[in-house]
Nanobody, 132 residues
Framework: QVQLVESGGGSVPVGGSVRLSCQVS????????LNWYRQGPGSEREFVAG???????RYLDSNEGRFAITWDNFKNTLDLQINNLRPEDTAMYYC??????????????????????????WGQGTLVAVSQ
């Protein structure tokens, strides 16, 4: 129902920037909360940034303005910009889509509805390695 493919990771020097992209394949009528998580070496997975279905965004409390999450409606991609990279940013970054089951009407005056499945989908991840 939903497939996520991350890209854009790589080796980046301290102080540099990286822009990650998550290609989202889904029913275009279905809305989801879209998130970026990361998991560093020997660490548990943690939330980085997210966009709710209503378009609102949230970030790590400690993001200090270094993160920016955006949704490209034309490309169907969820992007994460990280500036002023630090060694502790080194991690595998994962794209995540979450949503409850819902039923949405199609078009003005349409009696047809599309069923949006409950979703908790994850991509394979893209690695960001920040040099010291």
């Amino acid at each position: 129902q939903v497939q996520l493919v991350e890209s854009g990771g790589g080796s980046v020097p301290v102080g540099g920037s990286v822009r990650l992209s998550c290609q989202v394949s889904r029913n275009n009528y279905c809305n989801h909360d879209l998130n970026w998580y990361r998991q560093g070496p020997g660490s548990e997975r943690e939330f980085v940034a997210g966009i709710l279905a209503d378009g609102s965004t949230r970030y790590l409390d400690s993001n200090e303005g270094r993160f920016a999450i955006t949704w490209d409606n034309f490309k169907n991609t969820l992007d994460l910009q990280i500036n002023n990279l630090r060694p502790e940013d080194t991690a595998m970054y994962y794209c995540n889509a979450v949503g409850l089951e819902s039923f949405r009407a199609l078009g003005p005056g349409s009696a047809m509805r599309v069923r949006c499945e409950a979703v908790d989908a994850w991509g394979q991840g893209t690695l960001v390695a920040v040099s010291q």
